[in-house]
């Protein structure tokens, strides 16, 4: 069983929806988590990090974060067509030398 | 926001040449650096993690020999893929972390090399 469990979609949403992209995880010992945004032959961008349990928001996107439960969701209001890609999530502690990432999610919002 | 610049984004060469890809933190210090591969539609595959002025660590099934990383400040890793061939055509990424307490901080990616061997 991978560390970091991610749905592989593929989503596709029209535009203007929300968008619910989760993963879950099973090391207890990650205490911080992110989000990465990755257009296609680009690298990944990084989208939201977080330290603690519960919800953070940037903008359209807001990251939420249960510990409790070992689950993670990214969230995103009003859709674009822009944010096509694929969304990895992210994890890590203090005393890893390297994070873990899910698969990725790709996500296609058409016009 | 943290910057990372990856060089060159794209080489075609031929069977047997020896490919050195840079990878530069722009406007932070990094004490971490990490190399990935990509293939098509697939998810990062860590090929090493390389810390400024040590050795880097391979995971495992990664030929060190054949994937040289020198890390040699704290801005610049390089990844020297020697001899290759067909196979080792791929989509190599760097990541850099900055220094912080323990580990605590994200990491931060380059735009990736495209690399082709005919």
């Known amino acids: 069983q991978k560390e970091v469990e991610q749905d592989p979609g593929p989503l596709s949403v029209p535009e203007g929806a929300i968008v619910s992209l989760n993963c879950t995880y099973s090391?207890?010992?990650?205490?911080?988590f992110m989000w990465y945004r990755q257009y296609s032959r680009k690298g990944p961008e990084l989208l939201m990090y977080?330290?603690?349990?519960g919800n953070k928001e940037d903008g359209r996107f807001t990251a939420q974060v249960d510990k409790s439960s070992k689950y993670i969701s990214l969230f995103i209001r009003d859709s674009q067509p822009s944010d096509s890609a694929t969304y990895l999530c992210a994890m890590g502690n203090t005393n890893a030398g390297k994070s873990t990432f899910g698969d990725g999610t790709t996500l296609t919002v058409k016009p | 926001g943290a910057v990372v610049s990856q060089h060159p984004s794209r080489v075609i060469c031929k069977s047997g040449t020896s490919v050195k890809i840079e990878c530069r933190s722009l406007d932070f210090q990094a004490t971490t650096m990490f190399w990935y591969r990509q293939f098509p539609k697939q998810s990062l595959m860590l090929m090493a993690t390389s810390n400024e002025g040590s050795k880097a660590t391979y995971e495992q099934g990664v030929e060190k020999d054949k994937f040289l990383i020198n890390h040699a400040s704290l801005t610049l890793s390089t990844l020297t893929v020697t001899s290759a061939h067909p196979e080792d055509s791929s989509f190599y990424i760097c990541?850099?972390?900055?220094?912080?307490?323990?580990?605590?901080?994200?990491?931060?990616f380059g735009d990736g090399t495209r690399l082709s061997i005919l």
């Open positions: 090391n207890s010992a990650f205490q911080y």
């Open positions: 990541s850099a972390r900055a220094l912080g307490q323990g580990n605590n901080q994200p990491q931060h």
């Open positions: 977080t330290y603690s349990s």
